[in-house]
């Protein structure tokens, strides 16, 4: 069905904002009637840290990078010579089997059982939790995949840093009910979140220090992690 969407003339757009905010229940920073009088801080934001591979880790991620490259070049052959686009969804389906070799690599299927060692990423990450606490902070830190967070969980135990995971793989219900005991309301040290999952109008502010183990492809997603 068609939608016709109304567009507000710049000259009535105070007027309209002024008719719609009592209906608003959250107003954003960048909201002129809101930046006048609430200064957020701004957050430190810091490089990238590298890491080095370990050689089994890279090994397996070489097999599946080669493995979607030969995919790859006779899919986009077969199209050409048919005439036919590129399916750009088939292409980032398969091309997301590389992104989990290279950060989660115990989930790998068809080489054996992957690597289920501690990767020198996931070593790297614990170590920077470690040290988040250890300044008082509470971090939360954020991954795409989900059993990531697991193993980041189970290692963090291991150094009696008490931790919640926080992924789609519960309900909302159960999941907001752990974060109010644990988080808002608890002790817990440190929040795992899978990215997506911590949406709009979820404010944390008793977490201080955000952790990307791996990064989104929408820059929006992340700019909302991190305030």
């Known amino acids: 069905a068609k939608r016709e969407v109304p567009k507000i ?17 959250r107003r954003v920073q960048q909201e002129p009637a809101v930046s006048r009088y609430v200064k957020f801080p701004v957050p430190t934001l810091c490089d990238p840290i590298e890491v080095d591979w370990d050689m089994e880790h890279l090994l ?23 005439g036919n686009a590129l399916n750009l969804t088939m292409i980032l389906a398969r091309l997301e089997a590389c992104f989990k070799a290279a950060n989660v690599p115990s989930a790998v299927s068809g080489y054996g059982r992957g690597f ?23 971090p ?12 980041l969980s189970a290692e963090l135990a291991k150094r009696n840093i008490t931790n919640l995971v926080f992924t789609g793989e519960e309900t909302i219900a159960k999941r907001t009910e752990k ?14 979140a899978s990215l997506g999952v911590t949406q709009d109008g ?23 992690a991190i305030f």
Not at 141 to 151: D, E, G, I, S, T
Not at 202 to 221: A, C, G, Q
């Open 202 to 224: 979820l404010n944390l502010p008793m977490l201080n220090s955000v952790i990307f183990y791996s990064r989104s492809y929408k820059s929006r997603e992340e700019w909302q």
């Open 179 to 192: 974060l109010n005991e644990r988080i808002r309301n608890g002790n817990d040290q440190v929040m795992l």
């Open 9 to 25: 003339k710049a000259a009535f757009l105070q007027d309209y904002r002024a008719w719609v905010a009592p209906m608003i229940k």
């Open 140 to 151: 939360i830190v954020f991954a795409k995949n989900p059993a990531v967070l697991r193993r």
């Open 60 to 82: 397996l991620y070489v097999k599946v990078a080669e493995e979607f490259a030969g995919w790859y070049k006779k899919y986009a052959k077969e199209r050409g010579e048919e």
């Open 116 to 138: 289920q060692s501690m990767t020198s990423k996931e070593k790297v990450c614990l170590d920077l939790i470690e040290s988040e606490v250890k300044k008082g902070l509470r």
